[in-house]
């Protein structure tokens, strides 16, 4: 990178001349107040708030004021900060600001975390001189996960510039009348859009904030807070949680430059609140009665000597606790925790990632692709935040236009103006409309074995050795043509895939580009999504099939069996788990909220959750990262792996060594190759000194427990990191994946991240958190495969019943969260309306289905986006939990019924 020097202040520094004074400033160290900038937007010149004295050379001594965030770090600069009248102007902006604001710190929400207290006292101002009425608003009801408080608006325009202009949302607006700026929908209602809740971090003042927070909480200095990963995708975005009084309270982004950058989804921030729901299991369970952690463990070591155990790993249990129960079980019986389908699945994900040239990208490398083909998902629902960044990624390529006027990307709406409604290539090919259709070159409906088609076509368009696929619509053809054209022409090309068709074909169609893009002297990344946290990672330990332990189980030839943080009732179908269940003497089953395993276990044991334990997880990336317990439970929770390893032990089992996380991780990377740099993504407990997980403003644990006894209880101790449960902390540097949180002196809010960064917007001081477990072979052998499947064709009267996946409701824990649950889809049956119309059905009516002997009425929508042949359900819909879509549907000659029947 090229570097320019600059003068701040009459001293040299060095800056990057691509971005602008208030970047270079802040990168610097220097505390420069702003409100209207932000890393990820660019500069508006709004707010006026960044203003400091420009000088032409070293005999100025007059000046001029300039706006940072407007003016380019160029070579030679001379800027003053500190200069007595570009002080008094900024103090003068916060004067204007605050001469309507509520002044109600000490009850908003947003008080002691908030941007704009920092900028007041960063400026000095410390008296209102405003003696008159003040304005107000009518604040609306925006749903149950984001509050509106619109008095306290300073007309930064941040919010409208994130929802619209860099999330794609349409329905938060700036209404203007007269002097008057009002920021809201055109009416009262739920914000429509997946990623609204970063209005919570974005918004610098408290006019939005978090709903979810204000049931539980509001004094933000007072949250015990520890480094986490979120566990409802695939992705691994990193979050901060916060507890207190025991219970967790909130979940806040926790900024990696690789992954998830500034931002979170909405399911990601507001899922958190399944840790406090009523399903949670809080105490050993035998027979479904409550017993103490010794009968637990008593009963727990009987059943393990009577031998003959088998185990049942789970895609959202940590690499710990999966490893844990192999090690309990033996290698050979210890089993996936998903459909036998799906394992297949993520191990070709993982053969084509070390096998094939193409290399699986971060995030931050998927939002600076200049030309993408996604083939088979459904991104904003699946795989939400990967979806942002693609919405990102469509700028790239026109950014050359902006590039030829000489405007730099920092300058937002000079650029946007430059480029109007210009996107770079994005094509989609899935079974039904996503939403990100809207910033696509092109879309494709399909079966899955159609985008399958389409896409080995693209592969052979790209490189003619690649086989060619018969009987190709000549329109196919021409889009294969374009698609090919477009990706040859990038210079960073991506195809992004996943499991969400469950196709194999899918997955090897997308490979198939990527390496034909390889081939021509593309180096193209390849991108796959994975449905759960941990998916990935529990298929690099190479569990046997899940129907295998049912083969095993129904021999007679198992006691016991151990079902890991997972409802079988959801992998397979009811008959056939009630038939497992009952070819076992005893059934174990650790697991977080009670669900239809539990009700059928002997002994039941509270596994805590990713907010109450310590684990490692591996995402779609292949990518390992550690989150940490922030809070220590009063109850019998405690880590899966902790329990297995103290039921090892009560069992008498001598082969068990490891005594905290450290021991057992390295145990496993000494076992399994592919988990060998595991012990790296975070330093050993005895390497790092104490890290605090409570701020320097804590209110301390005497006056929290003052109603009991005013002598201060000692803090538990934390025997598997360094995180310490209380306001103490050591000398040395935190390393950045041990950061419970980012706070600077005079710097409260989130923006508190730019004290932390190598520069703003770029990576962690000491490198993002986690470490790569997957990379590419650059072998030469690899192969294109010939498998392409025939054209799908459907007969009268039937239909391909897929699931539609949906951000609410089609993830497992995220459910049962109390705001997420007012936000779930009803049930109901998709239809082509041409075809709905030949059953005889209209939107709204019921028709009946019946599947697998069972029958489920549901209500009839009509989807003009979904292909003749096909109807869909919402993706995890708990009456069809066990059906492992897609199957067959076929109509009774009824009219009123669906018969579903195994997919071909």
């Known amino acids: ?40 937007l660019g500069s508006v010149g709004a707010c006026r708030q960044c203003a400091i004295k420009q000088f032409r050379n070293e005999q100025d001594t007059t000046g001029k004021l300039v706006m940072a965030c407007m003016t380019p770090a160029v070579e030679g600069i001379r800027i003053s900060i500190a200069d007595t009248e570009a002080a008094a102007f900024r103090a003068a902006v916060i004067q204007g600001l605050m ?24 400026t000095g101002h410390r008296q209102r001189v405003y003696s008159f009425g003040k304005r107000t608003f009518r604040n609306q009801y ?14 930064c325009q941040r919010c409208v510039r994130f929802y619209r202009e860099y999330a794609g949302g349409h329905d938060l607006n700036a209404f203007h009348l007269r002097d008057t700026i009002y920021y809201g929908r055109h009416e009262d209602g739920v914000l429509e859009n997946e990623f609204s809740g970063n209005l919570v971090e974005i918004c610098p003042t408290g006019v939005f904030t978090d709903a979810t927070l204000k049931r539980h909480y509001t004094r933000k200095w007072d949250l015990q807070m520890a480094p986490s990963i979120c566990i409802h995708c695939g992705l691994g975005c990193n979050i901060t949680v916060g507890e207190r009084y025991d219970a967790l309270r909130r979940v806040v982004n926790r900024y990696n430059h690789e992954v998830n950058g500034y931002f979170l989804c909405d399911r990601g921030r507001f899922g958190y609140e399944f840790v406090e729901s009523s399903l ?17 463990l008593e009963r727990f070591g009987a059943v393990l000597r009577e031998g003959n155990v088998v185990g049942i790993g789970s895609p959202r249990a940590s690499l710990e606790a999966n490893f844990a129960l192999r090690t309990m079980v033996g290698p050979d019986r210890f089993f996936a925790g998903v459909p036998d389908e799906e394992a297949r699945l993520f191990s070709a994900m993982i053969r084509i990632l070390r096998e094939g040239p193409a290399r699986s990208p971060s995030l931050d490398e998927v939002e600076h692709s200049d030309a993408v083909f996604v083939v088979g998902e459904d991104l904003t629902n699946v795989a939400p935040i990967m979806a942002l960044r693609l919405r990102q990624s469509v700028r790239q390529a026109p950014m050359r236009i902006a590039a030829g006027l000489h405007i730099p990307e920092w300058l937002d709406h000079a650029v946007r103006e430059a480029v109007q409604d210009a996107k770079g290539p994005l094509f989609i090919a899935s079974p039904y409309a996503t939403r990100l259709d809207d910033i696509a070159a092109a879309t494709y409906h399909a ?13 052979h368009a790209i490189d003619t050795t690649a086989p060619a696929v018969a009987g190709l619509q000549k329109e196919l053809e021409l889009m294969a043509a374009n698609i090919a054209t477009a990706l040859l022409d990038a210079q960073r090309p991506l195809v992004a895939s996943g499991a969400s068709c469950r196709s194999q074909s899918v997955i090897e169609a997308a490979a198939q580009i990527a390496w034909a893009l390889c081939k021509s002297g593309r180096p193209a990344s390849l991108s796959f999504t994975t449905p759960e946290c941990n998916s990935l990672g529990l298929s690099l330990m190479e569990p046997r099939p899940l129907s295998e332990a049912f083969r095993t189980i129904n021999s007679g030839s198992v006691d016991t069996l151990i079902v890991l943080e997972n409802d079988l009732f959801r992998r397979a179908s009811a008959n056939e788990v009630t038939s497992l269940l009952r070819g076992v003497r005893h059934l174990v089953v650790l697991d977080h909220l009670g669900n239809a395993t539990t009700e059928a276990a002997e002994l039941v044991l509270p596994a805590g959750t990713f907010a109450e334990s310590d684990g490692t997880l591996v995402n779609s990336e292949g990518r390992a990262q550690r989150y940490f317990q922030a809070l220590d439970p009063s109850t019998d929770v405690q880590a899966s792996w902790r329990w297995l390893r103290e039921g090892s032990v009560a069992a008498g089992k001598s082969e068990v060594q490891w005594q905290g996380l450290d021991d057992l991780t ?33 209110s301390g644990r005497t006056a929290m427990l003052a109603n009991i006894s005013v002598n201060e209880p000692k803090p538990p101790d934390d025997p598997d990191s360094a995180l310490a449960f209380s306001m103490e902390t050591g000398p040395n540097l935190v390393p950045p994946s041990l950061i419970p949180f980012f706070w600077a002196p005079g710097w409260n809010s989130v923006q508190a991240v730019n004290k932390f960064q190598s520069e703003m917007g770029g990576p962690l001081r000491g490198g993002d958190p986690g470490v790569r477990l997957i990379e590419p072979a650059l072998k030469s052998d690899w192969r294109y495969s010939s498998a392409i499947p025939p054209a799908f064709r459907s007969q009268s009267g039937e239909w391909l019943l897929i699931p539609i996946f949906h951000i609410f409701g089609s993830e497992e824990l995220s459910r049962h969260a109390q705001g997420i649950a007012q936000l779930l889809p009803r049930p109901y049956l998709a239809l082509n309306s041409a075809e709905a119309a030949m059953v005889g059905v209209k939107s709204g009516e019921s028709i009946k289905v019946v599947v697998e002997d069972s029958q489920f009425e549901l209500e009839v929508v009509l989807r003009a986006d979904l292909p003749r042949g096909l109807a869909g359900v919402p993706a995890g819909l708990s009456l069809f939990d066990g059906i492992q879509l897609p199957v067959f549907c076929k109509l009774t000659p009824s009219g009123a019924e669906l018969l579903a029947r195994g997919a071909s």
Request: charged share 20%; hydrophobic share 40%.
């Open 1 to 40: 990178m090229t570097v320019a020097t600059i003068f701040i202040d009459n001293e040299p520094r060095q800056a990057n001349p691509k971005q602008n004074l208030l970047h270079a400033c802040l990168s610097l160290g220097y505390d420069l107040p702003y409100f209207c900038w932000h890393p990820a």
């Open 99 to 122: 001469q309507n604001h509520p002044h109600d710190c000490p009850v908003c929400d947003e008080g002691g975390e908030c941007h704009l207290q920092d900028m007041t006292v960063m």
């Open 280 to 296: 949670r299991i809080r105490h050993p369970l035998v027979h479904g009665k409550s017993v103490t952690k010794g009968e637990a």
């Open 666 to 698: 390295t145990a496993m990377a000494a076992e399994i190759d592919a988990l060998k740099a595991v012990p790296k993504v975070a330093p050993p407990r005895s390497a790092v000194g104490k890290i605090a997980r409570e701020p320097s403003r804590y």
């Open 142 to 155: 925006l749903g149950p996960l984001v509050n509106h408080e619109m008095d306290r608006c300073i007309q």
């Open 447 to 459: 079966s899955p074995d159609d985008l399958a088609r389409l896409g080995f076509a693209v592969a």
